[in-house]
């Protein structure tokens, strides 16, 4: 059996009056992600660690902020594009492990749709989907209220 494991990494920005989607579900919130597509950054870092896993480059470079094709886009298309890769024919995603940091709203409440969701589009069981939130204790950009960062990881093995 062969295994590639890919790691992923992103922020957004946070402003007033945009709409804040977190692992493919919408969290009810007055402040959102300033993004080119819907600002979901945890499915951003996810897509670069399942592109890290083969070399494939990272999501700026697939889906460029310069094309109007990817206005407003549902992060959950570029995942699945992403699953759609003649690349990744191949492969299959063994499990996926997701930190979100971000001082608030809390997401404890939404773990587990965001866990369905994802695993959905990944075609794969909600139970090798792991999604953890955590604040950082006030501490930096993400504890001032200004961003937030997710880190993914994910392995696959070869079918
Ligand atoms: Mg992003």
Redesign the pocket.
């Known amino acids: 059996m062969e295994y590639r494991i890919g790691q992923g990494y992103?922020v957004?920005a946070i402003a007033e009056g945009l709409p804040m989607w977190l692992g493919g579900v919408q969290i009810p919130s007055e402040k959102g992600f300033v993004?080119h597509?819907d600002?979901d950054?945890a499915i951003?870092a996810l897509c670069d660690a399942l592109l890290g896993a083969l070399a494939l480059g990272d999501?700026g470079h697939l889906f460029p902020d310069s094309d109007e094709r990817w206005r407003g886009v549902d992060s959950k298309e570029l995942l699945a594009a992403v699953l759609d890769l003649p690349e990744y024919r191949q492969w299959y995603v063994v499990n996926a492990d997701i930190t979100i940091a971000l001082q608030a709203p809390k997401l404890a409440p939404h773990i587990e749709s965001m866990r369905e969701v994802l695993s959905e589009v990944m075609g794969i069981s909600p139970k090798r989907v792991s999604v953890k939130a955590t604040t950082t204790e006030r501490l930096g950009f993400v504890g001032r209220g200004e961003g937030c960062e997710v880190w993914a990881i994910v392995l696959i093995a070869r079918k």
Request: hydrophobic share 40%; proline share 0%.
């Open positions: 992103d957004h993004a597509s600002g950054v951003h999501i």
